[in-house]
């Protein structure tokens, strides 16, 4: 039997620890990207301003990257915990797996820009080898939620986000290997990604429902 805490009418003691828990981590893996620029200007020549900001453009470029990417995750884990009110011992490792991913995104980032002219198949794949295992977090976390933490007349509203996040584990997989084919196309499809992540809510609700289809095909058969 699960050890699951709970309080009627409200998101529970353990829940709540949970959350500000995973909001201080996002906090300070979000502010760790922010040294690599700072490391950059440092190790950079003296010089004019003008040409130590045009220089480092690399390294300011990505930090906007590993922040929106941190920023679009910790979204998504917000939203994917509003649905839940309870907690239990299993998806404290679960939710720590998001956070290993989470924590872990400084380094693959700093590889991006460090080596993004050098060794851009290999950059971006490392970089785009850290989306998939978010994908692959999100989609842990919100099967769980779907099959554990929530009662089964509310699973409807988690389902399409739960089969949102499946789909982008196979998305970012390929990917990975378009890096080593063509980097504009890679890029190109994880902007697309950025924009379905950022505002999964419009782009969960465009799926089609597979219940739905299944329901009328039903329906159509016995009227027949």
């Known amino acids: ?10 998101k529970s ?22 040294l690599e620029v700072i ?12 040409q130590l900001l045009m220089s480092n453009w690399k390294s300011i470029m990505v930090f906007l990257v590993g922040f929106l990417t941190i920023l679009i995750c910790w979204i998504n884990h917000h939203l994917v915990l509003s649905h ?12 720590g797996f998001v956070l ?4 872990f995104t400084p380094f693959p980032t700093a590889i991006l ?5 050098k060794e851009s198949q290999l950059a971006l794949a490392v970089f785009g080898f850290n989306y998939f295992m978010m994908s692959l977090a999100a989609y842990c976390m919100t099967a769980y939620v779907y099959r554990h933490l929530i009662p089964k007349e509310k699973r ?27 980097v504009p196309v ?16 419009h782009f969960a609700s465009k799926l089609p429902r597979r219940g739905r289809k299944k329901r009328h095909l039903t329906s159509s058969v016995n009227a027949d």
């Not at 290993?100 to 924590?103: G, M, S």
């Not at 820009?113 to 002219?117: G, I, M, P, Q």
């Not at 890679?186 to 809510?201: D, E, G, Q």
């Open 39 to 50: 490391q950059a200007l440092h190790n950079g020549n003296p010089g004019e301003l003008r």
């Open 84 to 95: 839940a009110d309870k907690t239990d011992y299993n998806f404290f490792w679960v939710n």
């Open 1 to 10: 039997m699960q050890n699951t805490h709970e309080q009627p009418g409200s």
């Open 156 to 182: 409807s509203v988690l389902l399409p986000y739960k089969r949102l996040y499946k789909y982008s584990v196979i998305y970012t997989f390929a990917v990975v290997f378009i890096c080593f084919i063509s």
């Open 13 to 34: 003691r353990e829940l709540v620890r949970l959350e500000t828990f995973s909001d201080g981590v996002f906090a300070i893996a979000i502010t760790l990207l922010i």
């Open 100 to 103: 290993l991913v989470v924590t």
């Open 186 to 201: 890679a890029i190109f499809f994880y902007l697309v990604l950025f924009i379905v992540f950022a505002s999964p809510r």
């Open 113 to 117: 820009a460090e080596y993004l002219e």
